[in-house]
């Protein structure tokens, strides 16, 4: 058996999820995969970058049509085994691919769109979800995103509703749910540093590792 593990993360949008992912990667030396799944799933397939980026963490539709017009090439050189499929179930399904094939080489840690279900027959998973309270998550998006708290505020209900939608519609199960996951935490609680070593404690634990 291998000795690869994956931690896959979902978090609402300022709870300090992605960071809070990095800082534990970068603690038990792991790989770490938020955006740059975009950049793999782009190059595995020879779909455009921004074709991915339209649908990022959004629920089914389909996208073709409405990017005819964009100023970018749908397409890279490469073949194109999806190009008569470009929907954003398609682009899950080489997103899935990707993360599949990421998690059967290393240890790594996902951000995110539905890793945890996609990975949902591998038994070395720790599947956690990062929230925070209102007032620390409009902190947050001011700080890293420089913008009003009034745009944070109406940011983080849309973000929220658009990563609820997408990861059910997938899924079949229930974002942010307690059910759904191995450890619910409020980063509000310990703070971010803090927050990282009490997850790390925890995955070592149910992983079984030293």
């Known amino acids: 058996m291998s000795d690869n593990y994956i931690i896959n993360i979902g978090r609402q949008l300022g709870s300090g999820g992605k960071t809070i992912g990095e800082k534990l990667a970068a603690r038990l030396g792991i790989s770490f995969y938020d955006k740059e799944l975009i950049r793999l799933a782009s190059k595995e397939s020879g779909l455009c970058k921004e074709l991915f ?19 970018f090439s749908l397409f890279t050189d490469s073949s194109l085994p999806y190009a008569n499929c470009l929907s954003n179930d398609a682009l899950f399904k080489i997103q899935s691919d990707v993360i599949r094939k990421l998690a059967a080489e290393k240890s790594s840690l996902f951000v995110g769109r539905c890793a945890d ?89 149910k992983l079984g590792m030293k």
């Open 53 to 71: 980026e339209k649908a990022d963490e959004k629920p089914s539709q389909t996208i073709a049509g409405g990017l005819f017009g964009a100023r």
């Open 117 to 205: 279900y996609i990975l949902r027959e591998n038994p070395r998973c720790a599947n956690i979800f990062i929230t925070a309270s209102m007032e620390d998550r409009i902190k947050r998006l001011c700080q890293t995103e420089h913008i009003s708290k009034e745009a944070a505020e109406s940011l983080i209900p849309k973000t929220d509703k658009r990563r609820s939608e997408y990861y059910n519609y997938y899924s079949y199960k229930t974002w942010g749910a307690a059910s759904t996951y191995h450890l619910c935490v409020d980063s509000s609680v310990l703070g971010i540093d803090e927050t990282v070593l009490f997850i790390e404690e925890f995955v070592r634990r």
